[in-house]
């Protein structure tokens, strides 16, 4: 339920003046952080907010490349005539500003190493508080430059090539010791505290950076096993209903995929997923939800792309990009593995990998693996899942709705018409059945 504190809900006889003076606020107030346009319209069971906080807070999440928090970067926000200039923290970060209404714009800058100021993307404040997520194109990683090394007469020592016979000659240390015998930095017993080197043997400066994006070890064993339509037939006698009507719900859970020149599977020979963050935060108790927001949050993601300059970009709010799924995949997986491949849904017919055991596996990466095989185990689990659900009425009655509530979710009569899950199937059926798809 809504705070009590920030939000109200409109009961019958209600006027904005009288709920504004009870809250010790003004209706032009009210008007302008809940975009009401005329405030002697408002209607009942309406939930408004009670003051800006409630609704205009901008948060900004900076993420490097492999979506790892990036610290310490010099960021300014410019909003509602105020300027702005301050650090991310250790999550990455930025801490969180207000907005004066939801129509407010604020333009976010990041500081170049030679300390002027890019513009990163330009966003509403919104009715309702946003995280906006920033994902570099490059990764960060903490570093220490050196200076070149220079011979006895001062010039630079050129970089060794690996046609050398023999290294180059390592600088002339300024200083000098009188010291003698053997250095015992190991202790002289291999033992004792390491660092990594932060020279090679010629004196060179080294940093080694690895991308900490895990191996997603399940995505093996890809057959390409395409449905048949005798396979369409045996699966519509398993659960007693019509062919056309499981190839509806398939129809329905692509076409997005096929809208973008997509299948069951993508290039690279992995299923196609879409990865859900609130999945994740509940099958991980929260424990990630303040560092990693973007791929766990109590709050799902929404439809839509966010777009900056005519691309899409990653704000953190929306499902983004198929092309993104494998990457919030792969950061959940390096924190849970298990937790990571249940809050995806999967190829063909995009089953939750949280239903692993209606679908009959013994475990989330059993599932995982199966469903990186082929279309034909994509079939086979959407078959066990909907007898796990007792869906097969349902199905022989072409029961749309109820077909939707247990295969889509409740949320599915919240959606505009042209959304609405099981308006569409019953659309897709028709047209299939009306071509004489199967015989």
């Known amino acids: ?32 952080i809940n975009g009401i346009k005329n405030p002697d319209k408002i209607g009942e069971g309406q939930v408004i907010a009670l003051n800006a906080k ?24 410019e909003y509602s005539g105020k300027r702005k200039e301050i650090s991310s923290k250790q999550n990455g970060r930025v801490p969180t500003i207000l907005t004066r209404t939801p129509e407010d714009l604020v333009r976010i800058f990041i500081a170049r190493a030679d300390g002027t100021w890019k513009q990163i993307t330009e966003v509403a404040s919104g009715w309702g508080n946003k995280l906006v997520t920033l994902v570099s194109p490059k990764i960060k990683f903490d570093g220490k430059t050196m200076p070149h090394p220079k011979d006895t007469s001062g010039k630079p020592v050129r970089d060794p090539k ?64 395409k449905i048949t339509e005798e396979d369409y037939k045996k699966a519509a006698k398993e659960l007693g209903c019509e062919v056309e009507v499981i190839r509806a719900i398939g129809e329905q859970e692509t076409n997005k995929l096929k809208k973008l020149g997509l299948g069951s599977f993508d290039k690279k020979n992995r299923p196609t997923i879409l990865y859900e963050r609130h999945y994740f935060s509940r099958l991980t108790k929260h424990k990630y939800d ?24 990653d704000d953190g709010q929306h499902f983004g990009l198929f092309s993104w799924q494998y990457k919030k995949l792969a950061k959940a997986f390096a924190l849970n593995k298990e937790a990571a491949i249940r809050s995806c849904s999967w190829g063909a017919f995009q089953v939750m990998g949280d239903n692993f055991k209606a679908c009959g596996f013994s475990s989330a990466f059993e599932f995982a693996k199966a469903m990186s095989k082929s279309e034909m185990e994509h079939l086979k689990a959407m078959v066990a899942y909907c007898k796990a659900n007792n ?3 349902a199905l022989k009655n072409k029961n749309w709705q109820t077909i939707a509530k247990v295969y889509n979710g409740p949320g599915y ?27």
Not at 304 to 312: D, F, S, V
């Open 290 to 313: 303040r560092v990693n927001p973007d791929i766990s949050s109590p709050t799902p993601y929404t439809q839509g792309t966010a777009r900056l300059g005519g691309k899409p970009f």
């Open 162 to 225: 690996k046609t050398d016979k023999k290294p180059v000659t390592p600088p002339v240390n300024p200083e000098t010791t009188k010291s003698k015998g053997k250095p015992h930095g190991d202790y002289g017993d291999g033992k004792g505290p390491k660092t990594d080197p932060t020279t090679d043997k010629n004196g060179l400066p080294v940093k080694d950076v690895t991308n900490d994006q895990v191996k997603l070890d399940f995505l093996k064993g890809y057959t390409g096993e």
């Open 413 to 439: 009569k919240k959606k505009k018409k042209e959304e609405r899950y099981d308006l569409n199937l019953e659309k897709i059926y028709n047209r299939l059945k009306n071509k004489g798809v199967s015989k």
């Open 54 to 77: 409630a609704v205009c807070k901008v948060t900004v999440q900076l993420l490097d490349r492999d979506r790892n928090p990036i610290p310490n970067a010099k960021v300014r926000m």
């Open 1 to 32: 339920m809504p705070n009590a504190n920030k939000f109200y809900t409109i009961k019958k006889g209600d006027t904005l003046s009288e709920i504004a003076q009870r809250h010790g606020t003004s209706t032009k107030q009210l008007c302008k």
């Open 391 to 393: 869906l097969q009425t």
